[in-house]
């Protein structure tokens, strides 16, 4: 469970998700699950709390319906803990017509990871060690992040601790708790990028309909990956432990609309609410928001009791409301990790 500070009970409503708590979890479809798992956990130092699959209906709609791919797509997942406060949940698909390569940061659904470390320049040969190409400039000129992608394809960069000022979350320093995570020297997820079409109309999507924060915006922001066009992005606080940047699509995307769930590339963004089915109602009434089907709970497998909904967004990008029974799953009789989750912790706390 997360250090978590209460709310006060005098703490006026704000608009955005009903109930919503935190960011429970970044989606990613990677090549290979084994790869990604052996990867995220033997090299960033997280936790694999759980694997489920096959997901799929091999004669109904079932995979159409609920999370918007071809009927007959199979999927195999794992729910990786990196850090305090984030979850990482990654999707190995089989599916007809499922295109290999990911976006690149040009395209529509182009999309990294951010990691915040006690000391880049270290953490950077430990990723080079263990497979990842170090993109752009070979050392500290190259401006204050650092840029890999790694050996399954995932486009992550590096900085060093941020200061603390209210506005974004920061992830501080903590013991680690394992020799990956030490040899890392992770602080925690930073935040997560998005490469979207319309950087306004996604802006307004995420705080008017979310409950987003702005924190800073740039009208040519040149600390991208390389290959990235200069571009317009903004930086929001999405509830009490995480970030998101939206970035605007640059003149040179190949792809100029985002990728499905079974692409390798595909992705999704899920939030931790306390009541899913009162979420989903206040959703279906936001223009442009499209829910697949109806929330259901999760009956069987590592983490029965899970109930949640998929839904479109007019922006490209695909989410998710959840509320997990956290301390009676399934999974929890079988491994001593555990899931990152909000505790106490509501959207607009800021610890």
């Known amino acids: 469970m997360l250090n978590a500070v209460s709310a006060s009970p005098a703490t006026p409503a704000r608009s955005g998700l009903p109930t919503a708590r935190a960011v429970d979890h970044y989606a990613f479809t990677v090549p290979r699950l084994d790869d990604a798992v052996a990867f995220f956990t033997g090299v960033l130092g997280g936790e694999l709390c759980y694997r489920e699959g096959p997901v799929e209906d091999p004669s109904g709609d079932w995979m159409s319906r609920k999370l918007g791919v071809h009927p007959r797509a199979r999927a195999q997942v794992a729910l990786v803990r990196l850090g305090s406060h984030s979850n990482l949940e990654l999707f190995e698909y089989t599916a007809p017509g499922q295109i290999t390569s990911p976006p690149g940061p040009n395209d529509v659904g182009g999309h990294h990871l951010a990691l915040a470390v006690a000391d880049p320049d270290a953490a950077g040969e430990h990723l080079r060690r263990a497979g990842a190409v170090r993109l752009g400039p070979s050392d500290s000129s190259g401006g204050s992040r650092r840029w890999f992608l790694t050996p399954v394809g995932t486009l992550i960069s590096l900085s060093g601790p941020g200061r603390r000022d209210g506005r974004r979350f920061v992830p501080a320093p903590r013991p680690h708790s394992n020799a990956a995570e030490r040899a890392l020297g992770l602080l925690g997820v930073e935040h997560v990028s998005y490469t979207v079409a319309d950087l306004d109309a996604a ?6 309909v979310l409950g987003a ?17 200069r571009c317009r992005r ?34 999704h963004l899920a939030f931790y609410v306390d009541d899913v089915d009162a979420a989903a109602a206040y959703l279906r009434e936001q223009e442009g928001v499209t829910l697949m089907g109806e929330p259901e709970t999760i009956t069987q497998g590592p983490i029965a009791g899970d109930r949640w909904l998929y839904f479109g967004t007019p922006i ?3 989410m998710e409301i959840i509320n997990m029974p956290d301390g009676s799953l399934p999974y929890e009789t079988r491994t001593a990790a555990r899931r990152a989750t909000p505790g106490d912790l509501r959207w607009h706390d800021r610890p």
């Open 213 to 229: 924060e702005p924190v800073d915006g740039s009208e040519e922001a040149a600390d991208g990956p390389p290959g990235a066009e």
């Open 234 to 267: 903004v930086l929001l606080r999405t509830g009490p432990t995480a970030n998101c940047e939206l970035r605007q699509s640059g003149r040179g995307a190949l792809r100029t609309r985002p990728p499905r769930n079974s692409d390798v590339g595909g992705h």
């Open 203 to 208: 802006t307004r999507f995420f705080t008017g």
């Open 316 to 318: 490209g990008i695909q």
